[in-house]
């Protein structure tokens, strides 16, 4: 299981990769946007984890973009965000178009429950 993780927080990135080592999930760290359409490019994620506040693009637009690749369409997305769901204004219909899974709200989930879901999606 390959997961990609998109967190501009160094040190809450380091404790995901940590986490998620430990629980048998091998990931990449991706700080933007960007870093993350390139690392796709080269090595397809079994799932992603997004926060949606990154520099340079946003969540959304990472979420834009990435669904734009008709190769990716079907890599289930976990938005993890310390933004509250009901701050975005998006619908569940959004969500779904987005190919996200779940949202998680950071200061409100574990990072085991986090992993929980993945591997739950994806076993």
């Keep these: ?22 629980a ?18 080269e090595k397809m994620p079994d799932a992603v984890v997004v926060e949606l506040q990154l520099t340079g693009h946003s969540g959304i637009e990472f979420l834009h973009e990435f669904r734009s690749y008709e190769d990716w369409a079907s890599i289930p997305v976990f938005v993890h965000s310390k ?21 998680f709200y950071k200061p409100n989930t574990t990072t085991k429950q986090l992993i929980g879901a993945i591997k739950g999606q994806l076993s």
Aim: hydrophobic share 45%; charged share 25%; net charge negative.
């Design 1 to 22: 299981m390959y997961v990609l993780i998109i967190e501009p927080d160094h040190i809450l990135a380091k404790e995901y990769k940590r986490a998620f080592n430990e």
């Design 24 to 41: 048998g999930i091998d990931t990449k760290l991706c700080a933007s946007a960007q870093d993350a359409i390139m690392s796709i490019d």
């Design 83 to 103: 933004i509250p769901e009901y701050a975005i204004g998006a619908d569940s219909n959004t969500w779904k178009s987005f190919g996200v899974v779940r949202y």
